[in-house]
C-alpha cells in the first residue's frame, strides 16, 4: 500500500522525539499500521537551529502554512503549541480534508469544540493523545477501555514540571526557581512556565479529561485553577508529619449537583500509591462503577514520552484512513448528539476536607476561638499540631485538618479567623482528599 505522507508543524522538544520515534520503530510502525509513516515535511520558526533529531530526509520550511496547504499531505501533525497560529493551521488542514494529530492541550480545552463540529463536517479525525499526561495513553483509556463504565470521578497529577518541583523541593530541599529552571532546561516546561506553576496547564489537561470521562462541551473557562506558588517547605514538611503528600491535583467529580472541575495543590494520604508519583511522573486515578478505582502511570513530558502517544495517534489513523469513516471513536468519546450541559458548580460549591496553618498568639482561649467559628460554620476538625513558639517570638503556628466541608463554609470561617486579633497573616489553605 501507498506510504502515508504527514507533515509536522514544530520540530521542537516533542516534533523532534516524533521524528525520531518514527525513524527508529518505522519497521515495526508499519507492522502496526498497515502502510508505511514518511515524514515528509516539517515546519520550523528557525531553520538554522541545531535539532535533536535528523532532518536530512524532510523538507524544511519555515512557514506552516505551505504545509497545511500541500495536497500531498495526508496528515498533519501539530506540535507548535499555543492558541495561534495553531488553530488556523488545524482549521485549514481539516478544511483541507487532512487528518490532525495534535499534543496542543490549550488547543484542545479552548477550541476543541469548534475544531470537532469542524472535523466532523469534512469527515476527518482530530486525536489529541499527547496532549494529556504525555507518554500516558490516558484519553484511549478512558474513551475506549472504560466505555462500559458510568466515570464517577478523576483525579489527576497532570503536570510533570509541577511535580518535579513539589518532589525536588520535599526531598532535597532546593529552591522553587531552581528546579523550575532545570524543568525549562530539560523541556518538560512550557514556553510560558507560568501555565505549569498557575496550574492552566493542568487545566487544560482536566477540562479534556472531564469532557471524555463525562461526555460534556470543553469548557476550560468553568475549571477552578490554583497554582503551586504558595506551597511552602513548611506546608510540606507539617503535611509529612501528618502522614500525607502535597500534590498538584486535578479533581473532576460528578455530583448529584453537578460536575466539579478543580486543580489546586491538594493533601493525600501517604499510603495511596498516587502520594508517590514523584518528579516528571503523571499519574491518573479513574474511578468508574463497573470496574471501580483504576491507576495509569508514566512519564508526563518529554520528547519520547510525549511523542509515544504522537506517534500511537498515527498508528489510529493510519489504521482508520481505511476503515469505515462513519463508525470512528468520536472524538469526544461520546456521540456527538449526545453530549450534555451538565452544569459545572461554582468553586464555593466544592465539598473538600482541608488544611489549614496560621500563626496565632500563645495565649489562653485563642484556640477557643477558633474552634468556635469553625463550628458555627459547621466544620469539625479532624487533627490538630501546635508548634512551639520560635525563639523570642511570641506567637506559633497552628496547623488543622478538618472534615469534609463546603469550600462557601470554609471561605467565610477563614475570613473570620483572619479577623481575630490573634491571629497574624493569611491562613495558608491547602485542599486535602483521601481517594478512597
Ligand atoms: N509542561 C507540561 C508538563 C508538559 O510539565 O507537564 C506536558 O504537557
Redesign the pocket.
Known amino acids: 500500500m501507498k506510504p502515508v505522507k504527514i507533515g509536522i508543524l514544530g520540530l521542537g522538544t516533542v516534533g523532534g522525539g516524533a521524528v525520531n520515534v518514527l525513524k527508529r520503530n518505522a519497521g515495526e510502525i508499519a507492522r502496526r499500521a498497515g502502510r508505511e509513516i514518511i515524514v515528509s515535511r516539517a515546519s520550523a520558526r528557525d531553520l538554522t537551529r541545531t535539532r535533536i533529531c535528523d532532518t536530512a530526509h524532510i523538507a524544511l520550511s519555515a512557514d506552516p502554512f505551505e504545509i497545511v496547504n500541500d495536497p500531498d499531505i495526508d496528515v498533519v501533525v501539530e506540535l507548535m503549541g499555543g492558541y495561534e497560529p495553531a488553530k488556523q493551521l488545524v482549521l485549514t488542514a481539516i478544511a483541507n480534508g487532512k487528518h490532525v494529530v495534535t499534543?496542543n492541550?490549550a488547543l484542545i480545552a479552548l477550541h476543541g469544540n469548534e475544531i470537532f463540529a469542524e472535523a466532523g463536517k469534512k469527515g476527518v479525525m482530530v486525536l489529541f493523545e499527547?496532549?494529556?499526561?504525555?507518554g500516558i495513553p490516558i484519553i484511549k483509556a478512558i474513551r475506549e477501555g472504560l466505555a462500559g463504565n458510568r466515570i464517577e470521578w478523576l483525579a489527576g497529577i497532570?503536570?510533570?514540571?509541577?511535580?518535579?518541583i513539589l518532589s525536588e523541593m520535599r526531598d532535597k530541599g532546593r529552591d522553587f526557581a531552581d528546579v523550575l529552571a532545570e524543568?525549562q532546561a530539560l523541556g518538560?516546561?512550557?514556553a510560558d512556565?507560568t501555565?505549569?506553576i498557575e496550574g492552566i496547564?493542568?487545566g487544560h489537561?482536566l477540562t479534556i479529561l472531564a469532557s471524555i470521562a463525562f461526555g460534556i462541551p470543553l469548557q476550560f473557562d468553568k475549571v477552578y485553577t490554583e497554582g503551586i506558588t504558595r506551597i511552602t517547605r513548611a506546608d510540606v514538611e507539617y503535611a509529612e508529619a501528618l502522614g500525607y503528600r502535597i500534590k498538584h491535583l486535578g479533581m473532576a467529580r460528578k455530583t448529584t449537583q453537578g460536575i466539579e472541575l478543580r486543580v489546586h495543590p491538594t493533601l493525600i494520604p501517604k499510603r495511596r500509591l498516587i502520594a508517590n508519583v514523584d518528579g516528571?511522573m503523571?499519574a491518573v486515578l479513574v474511578c468508574g462503577d463497573a470496574v471501580g478505582p483504576t491507576l495509569y502511570y508514566g512519564a508526563?513530558?518529554?520528547a519520547e514520552p510525549?511523542a509515544s502517544a504522537v506517534v500511537a495517534d498515527l498508528v489510529d489513523v493510519v489504521r482508520a484512513m481505511t476503515s469505515d469513516p462513519e463508525n470512528r471513536v468520536p472524538h469526544l468519546a461520546f456521540q456527538p448528539d449526545a453530549i450534555v450541559d451538565i452544569p459545572v458548580l461554582p468553586a464555593e460549591a466544592i465539598r473538600t476536607a482541608y488544611y489549614l496553618r496560621l500563626t496565632a498568639e500563645d495565649r489562653p482561649g485563642v484556640l477557643a476561638d477558633i474552634s468556635r467559628i469553625l463550628a458555627a460554620h459547621h466544620i469539625s476538625i479532624e487533627a490538630l499540631i501546635q508548634k512551639e513558639p520560635l525563639a523570642g517570638q511570641s506567637s506559633v503556628p497552628i496547623i488543622m485538618l478538618t472534615q469534609l466541608t463546603l469550600e462557601k463554609e470554609m471561605n467565610a470561617a477563614i475570613a473570620e479567623i483572619e479577623d481575630l486579633a490573634t491571629v497574624s497573616g493569611a491562613v495558608n489553605r491547602i485542599r486535602l482528599e483521601t481517594l478512597g
Not at 499527547?130 to 504525555?134: F, I, K, N
Open positions: 499534543a492541550k499527547a496532549a494529556v499526561a504525555g497532570i503536570n510533570g514540571t509541577g511535580n518535579f524543568a518538560y516546561a512550557e512556565p501555565f505549569d496547564d493542568a489537561k516528571v503523571n508526563g513530558a518529554g510525549t
